[in-house]
C-alpha cells in the first residue's frame, strides 16, 4: 500500500484534512503529522475530537515563535520524519508556516508534493501567508485549485502543469458537518443569542493584529456598533489586545461579548444564525457564502474575490468609519451561484489516484541524489 504523509498545523488545516483524510484511509497508508503550530485544547484538540480526526502519528510540539524560528524548526523535525517513514507523496493544505514547512522538506528530499488550495494569491508580499502560498506552489508537483482565479494566478507566474480546478474542500466540509452541528452545538442557546441578531466577528491576521492602528481601528468600530456582537478573540489578537493596552476601548461597548476560540461546531452555528459576519479571515468569509450570511472583510483585498463580486461580501480594509457603514448597509443579494463546487475531496483523492499510480518509491526518488 502507497504511503503519504498529510502535514498539518493550524486550525484551518484541521478542518481541511479531516475529509480528506478520511477519504484516503483505506485506499493508502496516510500518517499525519502536527506540527504543532497551534496547540490548546481550543485551537487544536477540540477539532481533532469532534471531526473525528485520528490522533497524528507525530506531534513536533513546536508551539509559537518568529516565523523564521518556527518554520526552521519545523523543516529539521519534518525531514527527519520522511526519511524515516519514506512516503510516496507529501500533503500540504494552505499558506501557514506548517504548509511551507511541510514543502520544503519534501522538495528537499524529492518527495512528489500536493498543494491544496493551491494558486490564491493577495497580490502582497508583505503577508506570511502570501510568501508562504508563492513558495509553496513554485516547488509543488501538483497543484489542486479552488477556483479559476486560482488557476490564472498561477498561469500569471508560469506554472501551467499538474494544475487542476478541484473546487474548495472547505465548502465540502461545511456541507458533511453543518447537520452534526445543529444537532451539537448549544451555543445559541448558551449564550443567550436571537437568531439573525447579532454579529459575529473574527480578527487574527498579522497585517491586522501585529499593526497597531490597524487593530484599534477595528476594535473602536466594534466598541461603536450598536447591535450585540459575538467575538471569539485568537490567542494572537488576545496577546495584542493586551499588550497595546486596548482593554479599554472594548470595555466601553454593552454589546461587545468576547469569548475564548470555539470549536468547529459552535462557529458553524454562530455563523448560520448572524446577521453579518465581520472577519479577517480567509476560511470564514467562504463559510459565510456558503451559509448565505453576508460578510463583512475588514481588508483591503481579498483571495476570494468570487465572494466581493457576487455582493456578499464587502471589503472595509481597517477601518473604524467604513466596518460601521457596512454593518449599517447590509445587502443580501437575490443571486446565490456556486462558487466552490461539490464533492471536492473526492475529485482530490480521484487526482491523487491517477498520480500515485506512476509515482516511484522513496527509495528510487532519493538514489538519483
Ligand atoms: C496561522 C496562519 C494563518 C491562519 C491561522 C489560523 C501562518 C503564518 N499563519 O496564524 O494563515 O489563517 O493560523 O488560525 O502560519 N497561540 C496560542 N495557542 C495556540 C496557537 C497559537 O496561544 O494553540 C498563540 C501564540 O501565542 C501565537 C499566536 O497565537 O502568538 C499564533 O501565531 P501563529 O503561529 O503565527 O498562527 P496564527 O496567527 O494563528
Redesign the pocket.
Known sequence: MKKIISIIG???QFVKASLVSKKLRGKYREILVHTG????L???DIFFKQLKIPKPKYNLGVG?GM?GW?TGKMIIEIEKILIKERPNLVIVY?????TLAGSLAAAKLHIPLVHIEAGMRSGRLDM??EV?RILTDHIASLLLCSTPTAIKNLKKEGIVKNVYLVGDIMADILCENIKLAQKHSQIIKKIKLEKGQYFLATV???ENTDNKNNLKQILTAFSKIPNKIIFPV???TR?YIKSYDFENIISKSPYLTLTEPISYFDMLMLQKNALAILTD??GIQKEAYELMVPCITMRDETEWIETVNSGWNKLTGASSRKIIDATVKLHKPAKHPNLYGKNVADKIVNIIDGKIKILKDFDAQTKKN
Open positions: 493550524a486550525r484551518p503550530q497551534h496547540y490548546d481550543n485551537m487544536s509559537s516565523a518556527q494552505g499558506d501557514t508556516n506548517s506570511p501567508e508562504n487574527h491576521r498579522a485568537h490567542p494572537r496577546g479571515s480567509g
